[in-house]
């Protein structure tokens, strides 16, 4: 475990924290005006290795060796002239911080990163973090990797978490989930929509399924993970040639067969490695991976049914009712893989060189539904 300290005085600046993997959705933007949870569950900080925030370049400034040399493949909108390695927290982990009212960014509900950090040392006053709320956007506190330095916690380092242990501490992400509106005259107003853990996850996964796709149509499983993906898959890659078949594969799943040519598997919530069979020469071993977050692959693997929640006080033990905790409502609009995720991965994987997925890119990704 670490701390967080000012790199100008020393002031200590965050509790104690185990570092994490970044989240799939963490730069996500999400909807118009909605209300989004944190981003980071206490106690814990992941850090982002790319450049993040402001001053931003343009594409047309941007050398194409650099943006090689950078990991990104193919253009973009823009790229961050900002230090790499920003570090992001929840914001309730945070200690001996004030806000820079004037730094607010063009926020309209909140506040955001325009105008860069916007949370100052309260002991020396070196602006050290950023604090974002605003709408549509995960609440977070990003410190700058230039103001502040990191320092063990005595005794505190423990091991990741095996698979096997993993698989009885983790519990699954449900697809759907109640989305509150910011500032509505009727209250938050909340509705049950696609979780957008969910879609930022597929679309990251879905840039890797076209990746090793290698231009064939490719079939997912039916039920859930289909809702997901096949639509998506069929309206992007050609039909007629012998398909490539993804599967769902991991801890405590059947192993899989020969015939798999594509494993959608659960990356560890603490490395961000993706699963992989033990079996080096078997039938699997030359599959493509395709990373998902552990508790959207644990909801795809073992679905989790909705029960009743018991009330307290004054109902016998094990009697059970559901009216204070409605069950989940399925959104009435098909699923739809986050464009932003999906083009944010696409353009770090080296085989987006290739012409046809460059025109998938550049003139097909409006929507992904």
């Known amino acids: 475990m670490f701390f967080f300290v000012c790199a100008g005085c020393g ?21 118009n005006g909605l209300q ?47 230090a790499p390695g920003a570090i992001v927290i929840a914001p309730g982990d945070t200690r001996n911080t004030r806000l820079i009212p004037e730094k607010r ?3 309209c509900c909140g506040l955001d990163a325009g105008d860069g950090p916007n949370m100052a040392c309260e002991a020396c006053g070196l602006p050290v973090a950023t604090r974002i709320d605003d709408c549509s956007l995960w609440q977070a506190v990003w410190l700058a990797p230039d103001a502040v330095r990191r320092l063990p916690v ?8 095996s698979w096997t242990e993993l698989m009885a501490a983790e519990k699954g992400t449900p697809p759907f989930e109640p ?31 076209l990746v090793a796709s290698e231009r064939r149509p490719v079939t997912v499983p039916d039920g859930l993970i289909g809702e997901l993906f096949q639509r998506t898959l069929d309206a992007l890659l050609p039909a007629g040639a012998s398909a490539r078949r993804a599967v769902l594969a991991g801890p405590g799943r059947p192993a899989p067969d020969e015939g798999a040519d594509i494993l959608l598997v659960p990356s560890h919530p603490r490395t961000g490695q993706a699963w992989a069979p033990a079996d080096s020469d ?16 644990l909801w795809l693997a073992f679905p989790e049914p909705h029960l009743p929640a018991p009330t307290s006080g004054g109902i016998p033990d094990g009697v059970l009712r559901d009216d204070l905790d409605p069950p989940m409502s399925r959104p009435d609009h098909p699923f739809g893989a986050d464009v932003g995720v999906f ?18 890119l550049e003139n097909r990704t409006r929507r992904l539904i």
């Open 36 to 82: 989004l949870p944190v981003l980071m569950a206490p106690g814990t900080f992941a850090v982002n290795p790319e450049p993040w925030g402001p001053p931003w370049r343009r594409w047309e400034e941007i050398h194409p060796d650099e943006a090689t040399a950078r990991g990104v493949y193919a253009p973009v909108h823009a790229l961050s002239d900002g």
């Open 11 to 31: 002031a200590e600046l965050t509790t104690s924290l185990s570092q994490v993997a970044l989240p799939a959705h963490a730069h996500q933007r999400y909807g």
């Open 343 to 360: 083009r944010h991965t696409l353009v770090r994987l080296p085989a987006v060189r290739s012409s046809w997925l460059r025109e998938i």
């Open 282 to 297: 078997g039938p699997a071993a030359s599959a493509y991976l395709v990373p998902l977050p552990v508790g959207v692959w």
């Open 179 to 209: 989305i509150s509106t910011w500032g509505s005259r009727l209250g938050s107003n909340p509705f049950w929509s696609w979780s957008p853990q969910w879609e930022a996850a597929a679309g990251r996964a879905l840039a890797h399924l």
């Open 105 to 107: 960014g063009g926020a």
């Open 154 to 161: 005595d005794g505190a380092d423990t091991e990741p978490l």
